[in-house]
């Protein structure tokens, strides 16, 4: 049965595709604090990946209030660094500063932020500031942010950052290291959680997005004003779970002889291949109907290699994998020979014995 959560709004999805497994007012626009920064540190990694530049901090770039990483004036530091900073203890002057780093103005930052939300196809959503501080124009919804986290946690350096429970920080100017403990307490209290942030303040209350993967299968959940958030993650990526099922798609120990028509071999081996996994939903999984498709015969010459047909797996009659059949040899065609070839072999042979 579906959870019962005390979230004003949450969204359960399959983080391959996005698709939803659960939902409650999972379209209501609503604050989302410091979840905010799982856009802004998706671009700043974008950023990075072009040039992971070093970033002088200037006494504007940390003029911002509420939680932090204890950046200074004068501190230098890399993109990277600084989205690790916002993704561990949520830094607002890690997101200032990497905002004001890429874009030069904060207005510039969130036009980059909408943008790359329009080109995801996060229709209820518009940012206003990179650390997700209060503003009335600032928003989202459960979806949406559901939504970006699949989008983020297909970025590599975005999940290696968000999927560790500390994170050590390098600092250029002064040289040291520090490290910064990840907020997300399911990193340690939820088997396979993987990321990725949580977030509040007094107009969002508690907000969370948590992704966690388990036998191939990866799920993602989001509330959203949640007073009980911890507790309703583990139900909620319980039930998502609960939802989906790995299946492997391997017929490469698939063996079976075609006849052939034509050929100087009467039939061909025909060979399987592996169609790697993909994940379902339950109901799928459980009613898969496998068929072998393959013709009565093939007509000669065949080639190694040569598509012969396939295994289709079905479920409610559509189709969700299928997997290559081909031909494990070479078969030339049956030649006829004249009774002038025959003579010459014939001779051929005689005087081969001599």
């Known amino acids: 049965s579906e959870p019962s959560v005390s979230a004003k709004a949450a969204a359960v999805v399959n983080a391959d595709d996005g698709a939803v497994l659960y939902a409650k007012n999972e379209r209501q626009h609503l604050a989302i604090a410091s979840t905010t920064k799982i856009m802004t540190a998706l671009l700043t990694l974008e950023a990075a990946r072009d040039e992971n530049r070093a970033v002088t901090i200037s006494a504007e770039m940390i003029r911002v209030e509420g939680s932090s990483m204890g950046l200074r004036a004068g501190d230098r530091l890399t993109l990277r660094d600084l989205a690790a900073g916002m993704l561990s203890v949520s830094g607002n002057d890690a997101a200032n500063a990497a905002a004001l780093a890429v874009a030069g103005t904060q207005q510039a930052f969130a036009d980059k932020m909408n943008a790359k939300a329009a080109a995801l196809g996060l229709k209820d959503t518009h940012f206003v500031t990179p650390s997700g501080l209060d503003d009335g124009a600032h928003y989202s919804c459960a979806y949406d942010m559901a939504q970006l986290a699949c989008a983020a946690m297909k970025?590599?350096?975005f999940a290696e950052i968000a999927g560790k429970k500390a994170l050590r920080v390098r600092f250029l100017s002064p040289a040291v290291t520090r490290t910064f403990p990840n907020h997300n307490k399911l990193l340690s209290q939820y088997?396979?959680?993987?990321g990725v942030k949580t977030g509040f303040t007094d107009?969002?209350?508690?907000?969370?997005?948590?992704?966690?993967?388990?036998?191939?299968?990866?799920?993602?959940?989001?509330?959203?004003?949640?007073p009980d958030d911890w507790r309703d993650h583990k139900a909620l990526l319980d039930y998502g779970f609960s939802k989906l099922t790995g299946r492997?798609?391997?017929d490469s120990s698939f063996r079976l002889s075609l006849p052939v028509a034509?050929?100087?071999?009467?039939?061909?081996?025909?060979r399987g291949s592996d169609g790697g996994s993909r994940v379902l939903r339950t109901e799928e999984a459980q009613g898969l109907v496998r068929t072998v498709e393959l013709p009565q015969f093939v007509y000669a010459p065949v080639e190694e290699g040569q598509a012969l047909g396939c295994v289709r797996y079905t479920a409610g009659g559509v189709t969700v994998a299928q997997t290559e059949l081909t031909a494990a040899g070479n078969v030339p065609r049956f030649v006829q020979k004249n009774w002038l070839q025959k003579l010459w072999?014939?001779?051929r042979r005689l005087f081969?014995?001599?």
Do not use: M
């Open 155 to 157: 970025n590599a350096d």
């Open 191 to 194: 088997a396979g959680c993987n």
């Open 203 to 226: 107009k969002a209350g508690r907000c969370l997005v948590s992704s966690a993967e388990r036998n191939g299968v990866r799920v993602i959940a989001v509330t959203l004003n949640d």
């Open 248 to 250: 492997a798609f391997d």
């Open 262 to 270: 034509g050929g100087a071999a009467q039939s061909v081996a025909v």
């Open 345 to 347: 072999e014939g001779i």
């Open 352 to 354: 081969s014995r001599r």
